[in-house]
């Protein structure tokens, strides 16, 4: 994803970058914005720009094999979780990830509703089960493939399971080396999420708003957060 696919947010772009080029990156920033306004794929953008090997001032280069397999949402340093219908075959982001991966590339504005109907789920209760923080603690305690950065992409942290989402917090208060989080919520949702405030390793914290083009639900405002709570 290219910083210059997305519409607007220009100033959150120029902050994210330049995190990257001060080598000044939070371990874990939190991405708020309602539902459309392009937060995941301004998350998407930004990992891809930590993996270029050849970024300009203002975006990835787009053709290195890091960024083709950014752009494919399969560089194996970039791991993604996300709201699932649970079954007996399906109980972590991992069992869905071709379908997401194709729902994304197709539409990088995605809504939890547009990916529920893409997948037939549409009467089922969105959650990010339990068995997720095991997946995710062992994804990160992986060794990088590439170097850099480990980076976990987690959409809708509001629909954890409790002790999914208390395991993940203690994740981010110890977390790997040279490991990212980037948290992409809506805002509606913000409340249960205030704990992380209790993280030692603050959580980053930047505001942006939507472009004109785009008109946010309600009328509200998008936000991408860097710097302490």
Known sequence: MLFSNIIGHTDIQQRLIHSVQEKRISHAQLLLGPEGSGSLALAMAYAQYIYCKNPSATDSWGICPSCQKCQKLAHPDLHLVFPIALSKDVRVSDNLIAEFREAFIADPYL???????????????????VEESASILRKL??????????????????????????KLLKILEEPPEKTLFL?????????????????????????????PA??????TGCFIMSGAF
């Open 214 to 219: 785009y008109q946010c639900p309600e009328n």
């Open 183 to 211: 948290l992409v919520t809506v805002i509606r949702f913000i409340i249960p999420w205030q704990q992380l405030s209790s993280v030692r390793r603050p959580v980053a914290k930047n505001h942006c708003f939507p472009h």
């Open 141 to 166: 305690s992986l060794t990088t493939f590439e170097g850099g950065y480990k980076t976990l992409i987690l959409w809708l942290p509001e629909k954890m399971h409790p002790a999914a989402s208390n």
């Open 111 to 129: 809504t939890l509703s547009e990916w529920f109907g893409n997948i037939g789920a549409e009467n089922k209760q969105p959650v990010i089960a």
